[in-house]
């Protein structure tokens, strides 16, 4: 990741679809702040890693993950899965 401006990526993922997640948007500085301003009025889950961040950063638009972040993506998304059904319980 760059050192002089935060970065932000926004992930798809439909595990119905049989592929791996892609990366919707990602960018630095003023276009990160934007990702995460929509997502939060979106009410959509943000995680900070900046290691996974600086990785998923580079990929453009629409591209699928590389194979070296499927282990972290995973382990992400499925805290998030279990974080939804934690919820929805609560309700």
């Not at 049989?18 to 990160?32: H, M, N, R, T, W």
């Not at 453009?60 to 972040?69: H, L, R, S, V």
């Not at 282990?71 to 309700?91: G, I, M, N, P, S």
Request: no cysteine; aromatic share 6%; charged share 30%.
């Amino acid at each position: 990741m760059r050192q002089d401006k935060k970065a932000a990526v926004a992930l798809s993922y439909d595990p119905l679809a049989g592929e791996a997640p892609k990366v919707l948007a990602s960018g630095y500085g003023l276009i990160a702040e934007k990702i995460l301003e929509i997502a939060g009025k979106e009410k959509i889950h943000i995680h900070r890693d900046d290691a996974l961040t600086g990785l998923l950063a580079r990929i453009p638009p629409g591209t699928e993950i590389p194979e070296d972040a499927y282990q972290l993506v995973a382990e992400l998304l499925a805290f998030l899965y279990k974080t939804d059904q934690r919820l929805a319980r609560k309700l």
